[in-house]
């Protein structure tokens, strides 16, 4: 009878408490949005299945060793990011998967990028106002550039307590561009600047694509190393396309070892989920905060476009400026959207994937500022 009540106490039911429950609730919540809604379904579905394995009572899974027991599975595929390994391997699929010749045709679209990147600095200066330390407020806002990889590679070094609620909030608002932004781009744009057409890119050479990598991390390697390890990668995954000799590499950066590293880093970012780091008034503020700076970056990368297209004499539809924020490809295809909502025959995503770039460059070089300077 005494081994029956020890098995009933080492069980879920009998240490089961509300923080619990009302975690695994999330985790299901987004386990609904990425499956249902397929919001960003590649790395909500590792996550929110991250949430349910750490928030089960007793759950083992991020158990620290100790006496010679080792530790959970999920603690040590945390490793790869508490040592800043997953992000810029994910960095690296990004630049094999993406083509940079809308930028490189035109580079001015780079503007575009840097501009809508004013969201992360605008919500830093909040965040310090509201009592945060400089360390938490830079991992807060960086969640304004909609990149996750970056958001999480901040958070991990800088402030690894809030990492579950920055890689949610930064997921979730990536996956919610669709709904974000169009208002904010309809709110700043006249039906006639959203019917701009414009003008058919010129084609890049093989050689200007072989050369923008390395002239990218030739240059930011030399003004700011602490951004190496994401710009490195990503140029080292977009050269591995380009140059037509590591055709292996390029695939391979672009399937299996980047499918590897979105399930370990989705189950990872979901295990730092818990009740105990997770349900506070710090992460409210953070999933607010974020909206924020997300918000920011949009209207300020429209803004810009809106001065771009009045210095080219309606030239630049304005509303590439939104696909500044990053969220590749997904904000370049919102513009595709919107643009199209008052001229059906207007086609934007290309376009758009020159800020779009931009804006994965500048998310980058703010984390690299960030962390050079904090």
């Given at each position: 009878?005494?081994?029956?009540?020890?098995?009933?106490?080492?069980?879920?039911?009998?240490?089961?408490?509300i923080?619990?429950?009302?975690?695994?609730?999330?985790?299901?919540?987004?386990?609904?949005?990425?499956?249902a809604?397929?919001?960003?379904?590649l790395?909500?579905?590792?996550?929110?299945?991250?949430?349910?394995?750490?928030?089960?009572?007793l759950?083992?899974?991020?158990?620290?060793?100790e006496?010679?027991?080792?530790g959970?599975?999920?603690?040590?595929?945390?490793?790869?990011?508490?040592?800043?390994?997953y992000?810029?391997?994910?960095?690296?699929?990004?630049g094999?998967?993406?083509?940079?010749?809308?930028?490189?045709?035109?580079?001015?679209?780079?503007?575009?990028?840097?501009?809508?990147q004013a969201?992360?600095f605008?919500?830093?200066?909040a965040?310090?106002?509201?009592g945060?330390?400089?360390?938490?407020?830079?991992?807060?806002?960086?969640i304004?550039?909609?990149?996750?990889?970056?958001?999480?590679?901040?958070?991990s070094?800088?402030?690894?307590?809030?990492?579950?609620?920055?890689?949610?909030?930064?997921?979730?608002?990536?996956?919610?561009?669709?709904?974000?932004q169009p208002?904010?781009?309809?709110l700043?744009?006249t039906?006639?600047e959203?019917?701009?057409e414009?003008?058919?890119l010129r084609?890049?050479?093989?050689?200007?694509r072989?050369?923008?990598?390395?002239?990218?991390?030739?240059?930011?390697?030399?003004?700011?190393?602490?951004?190496?390890?994401?710009l490195g990668?990503?140029m080292?995954?977009?050269?591995?396309?380009?140059?037509?000799?590591t055709?292996?590499?390029?695939?391979?950066a672009?399937?299996?070892l980047?499918?590897?590293?979105?399930?370990?880093?989705?189950?990872?970012?979901?295990?730092k989920?818990?009740?105990?780091?997770f349900?506070t008034?710090?992460?409210?503020?953070?999933l607010?905060?974020?909206?924020?700076?997300?918000?920011?970056?949009?209207?300020?990368?429209?803004?810009?476009?809106?001065?771009?297209?009045?210095?080219?004499g309606?030239k630049?539809?304005?509303l590439i400026?939104?696909a500044?924020?990053?969220?590749?490809?997904?904000?370049?295809r919102?513009?595709?959207?919107?643009?199209?909502?008052?001229?059906p025959?207007?086609?934007l995503l290309?376009?758009a994937?020159?800020?779009?770039?931009g804006?994965?460059?500048?998310?980058?070089?703010?984390?690299?500022?960030?962390l050079?300077?904090l």
């Amino acid at each position: 009878m005494d081994k029956f009540f020890y098995f009933i106490n080492q069980t879920g039911f009998a240490n089961i408490e509300i923080s619990s429950l009302a975690m695994m609730g999330i985790g299901l919540f987004l386990l609904y949005l990425g499956i249902a809604k397929k919001y960003e379904p590649l790395l909500l579905v590792p996550i929110s299945f991250g949430i349910l394995l750490v928030n089960f009572p007793l759950s083992p899974m991020m158990a620290q060793p100790e006496n010679g027991q080792p530790g959970g599975l999920l603690h040590y595929l945390y490793l790869g990011i508490e040592l800043g390994i997953y992000p810029p391997l994910i960095f690296m699929g990004i630049g094999a998967l993406t083509d940079f010749s809308p930028l490189i045709s035109n580079p001015k679209t780079l503007l575009l990028g840097a501009a809508a990147q004013a969201g992360i600095f605008a919500t830093f200066l909040a965040m310090l106002a509201l009592g945060f330390t400089d360390l938490e407020a830079a991992a807060i806002s960086i969640i304004g550039g909609a990149d996750g990889p970056t958001a999480i590679y901040l958070s991990s070094q800088m402030a690894p307590h809030l990492l579950g609620a920055i890689s949610v909030a930064a997921y979730s608002y990536m996956a919610l561009v669709p709904m974000i932004q169009p208002p904010i781009m309809r709110l700043l744009t006249t039906k006639k600047e959203r019917m701009i057409e414009m003008q058919e890119l010129r084609e890049t050479s093989r050689r200007e694509r072989i050369l923008f990598p390395i002239i990218v991390i030739l240059v930011t390697g030399l003004f700011l190393p602490t951004a190496l390890p994401l710009l490195g990668m990503l140029m080292l995954g977009n050269l591995f396309r380009e140059c037509g000799v590591t055709d292996r590499l390029s695939k391979a950066a672009q399937n299996e070892l980047n499918n590897i590293i979105v399930i370990f880093l989705g189950l990872t970012v979901g295990a730092k989920c818990s009740a105990y780091y997770f349900l506070t008034v710090e992460t409210i503020q953070i999933l607010i905060f974020g909206l924020v700076a997300f918000s920011i970056g949009t209207a300020t990368g429209v803004l810009m476009g809106k001065l771009m297209c009045l210095a080219t004499g309606g030239k630049v539809n304005p509303l590439i400026g939104a696909a500044g924020v990053s969220a590749v490809p997904m904000s370049a295809r919102v513009c595709q959207t919107v643009g199209q909502e008052d001229n059906p025959s207007n086609f934007l995503l290309m376009f758009a994937m020159g800020p779009n770039v931009g804006g994965v460059i500048g998310s980058a070089v703010a984390a690299g500022i960030f962390l050079a300077v904090l």
